[in-house]
């Protein structure tokens, strides 16, 4: 049964708070409020790292709560020195621009902003930040930090400890940040403030300024940064960041994220990562313990994050491509399928005028792309039925590939054994 009353009680049981304003534990209870998360605007796709504050946006905005995603139009021309160990690129306004549009298309695949009561909105920072004037900016915002006060922050203390420093610019972006959160309670009675817990120091610093420029109690609350239990940075592989973005990081690819988490981050990437309710939860580590082997709960949470992020029809395609790699059918896969799917694996190019005419004998192909050393080899494996020409098993030792034969018209699959891929490219 479920006893979940609420949003923070929700975000609790998940394991996604770790610290919070006192206070916003009994007012997320009581009534509906407005919240907001910021995102930085300095790449043009939001990671899989942010997935857990903007699921934590709308996971508030299911409970009843007024959602805001702020994208960092203003600040990210300054860079938030939080969890960054040296000063960041300064971009353009026109490119920030250009990645705050793409990234509110990514936005919409978590929040609803059709939503009756309680439509989730996407704001700019730098609607009101680019206009400020410095001079009364000082004035007016500066003069409610101490350089004492913002020094004992972890964001600046620990580039002020390291060689290169920190420049004015950074330095100055906890008091941005801080005055959209005083700018959002004036305008949009905001009084949550969310984020990373590398954020802490920032928000903090806007709930003080907040009640000092204007009386009012406004709060903050944290999620935990997530590190895999091998000590390992989530969210990146060895070709790097696992991006939102089809054209970043391609459905398939970010399917395949997922379905490789290790078995000790499963439940909790179940519990950060998917709406599922804590008893599928519960059994879905049942499964972990008992059948390890099924990897029932990386499929799941695969399925889940990969519908929210790209659709069902992305999620398909994605499935389809991973049972290609266990002997699916290639039936239907594009030439982009068949290069990203098989790109990890050894290949080879052959001219088409070896397949033309009469074709090219499977063993003699076997040979060229260096699958079997000899033709006894080539032979054995055959009549073993260890080779599979695009997924379909060889049975005759005198067979000949077409041209007819391709996928796409450029491609051939062979698989020797269970596992062993090789893809032909036909030049």
């Known amino acids: 049964m479920n006893t979940i009353r609420n949003a923070f009680e929700e975000l609790k049981w998940r394991g996604m708070i770790f610290d919070y304003v006192d206070g916003i534990d009994s007012i997320l209870n009581e009534k509906k409020v407005t919240v907001y ?68 298309q990514q936005l919409a695949h978590f929040l609803d902003f059709d939503a009756k009561s309680n439509p989730a909105r996407v704001l700019n920072n730098g609607s009101w930040l680019m206009d400020l004037n410095l001079i009364e900016f000082l004035r007016d915002i500066g003069k409610h930090f101490t350089i004492n006060y913002m020094l004992a922050k972890d964001s600046v ?33 905001c009084i949550l403030q969310t984020g990373g817990s590398d954020q802490w120091g920032n928000i903090t610093a806007g709930t003080e300024l907040v009640r000092r420029v204007t009386g009012n109690s406004v709060y903050g609350m944290v999620y935990p940064l997530i590190t895999k239990s091998d000590g390992t940075k989530f969210g990146k592989t060895e070709s790097g960041s696992v991006w939102l973005k089809p054209e970043r990081t391609s459905p398939f690819k970010f399917y395949q994220f997922w379905l490789n988490t290790e078995d000790k981050d499963i439940v909790n990437y179940l519990k950060f990562f998917t709406f599922l309710p804590k008893d599928v939860i519960d059994e879905l580590e049942f499964s972990v313990n008992e059948r390890p082997e099924e990897r029932e709960a990386q499929k799941r949470l695969a399925k889940e994050i990969t519908a929210i992020v790209h659709g069902e029809t992305a999620l398909s395609r994605a499935e389809q491509a991973t049972q290609v790699l266990f002997g699916g059918s290639l039936e239907g896969l594009s030439g982009g ?75 051939l699959v062979l698989r020797k054994g269970r596992k062993n891929y090789h893809l032909v490219k036909v030049n």
């Open 337 to 411: 399928d068949i290069e990203e799917i098989f790109a990890d694996v050894q290949s080879s190019e052959l001219p088409r005028t070896s397949f033309e005419l009469q074709g090219k004998p499977i063993v003699e192909l076997l040979i060229d792309c260096g699958v079997a050393k000899s033709k006894g080899e080539a032979r054995r494996s055959i009549q073993e039925g260890g080779i599979n020409l695009n997924n379909n098993r060889v049975t005759d030792l005198d067979l000949f590939i077409q041209t007819t034969d391709f996928i796409e018209n450029h491609y």
């Open 157 to 189: 203390k620990s580039r002020i400890e390291r060689e290169e420093g920190i420049s004015y610019t950074e330095f100055s972006y906890m008091l941005l940040q801080s005055y959209d959160f005083l700018h959002l309670n004036k305008y949009e009675n």
């Open 37 to 104: 998360n910021g995102f930085d605007a300095t790449a043009d796709s939001l990671h899989v790292g942010h997935m857990v504050p903007l699921l934590a946006l709308a996971r508030l905005q299911r409970f009843g709560h007024h959602p805001i995603a702020l994208a960092g139009g203003g600040t990210s021309m300054i860079g938030d020195p939080s969890g960054k160990s040296a000063e960041r690129q300064l971009l353009s306004s026109q490119i920030i621009e250009e990645n705050v549009e793409s990234i509110k």
